[in-house]
């Protein structure tokens, strides 16, 4: 199985009133996330991000950067990288 994740700019002020998404690090324990409590557990912010924004579609072309975080890595090592791009 293979997770993807697209980003994409969202259009500008669109995400007022809305929360900046976190991660739950557990999903990379595989069967030894039960052995994590929620009152043990930190979430990941990711500053600047926001889930189902609508695009920005006044600006661009965007071009399209396909990011392979590599073996021994997991997709939420570089999301300060993936903001900026």
């Known amino acids: 199985m293979m997770t993807v994740e697209i980003w994409y700019p969202g259009k500008p ?3 007022a009133g809305m929360t900046e998404t ?3 690090l557990r999903q990379y324990l ?7 409590p929620d009152s043990a557990n930190k979430l990941m912010p990711c500053s ?7 695009i920005d579609d006044a ?4 071009p399209v950067v396909i990011f392979v975080h590599g ?3 997991m997709r939420l090592a570089n999301l300060t990288a993936n ?3």
């Open 22 to 24: 976190a991660y739950d």
């Open 71 to 73: 073996l021994a890595s």
């Open 13 to 15: 002020g669109s995400e």
């Open 48 to 54: 600047h991000c926001y889930r189902d924004l609508p």
């Open 30 to 36: 595989g069967s030894n996330k039960g052995l994590v």
């Open 59 to 62: 600006h661009g072309p965007y």
């Open 83 to 85: 903001t900026l791009w």
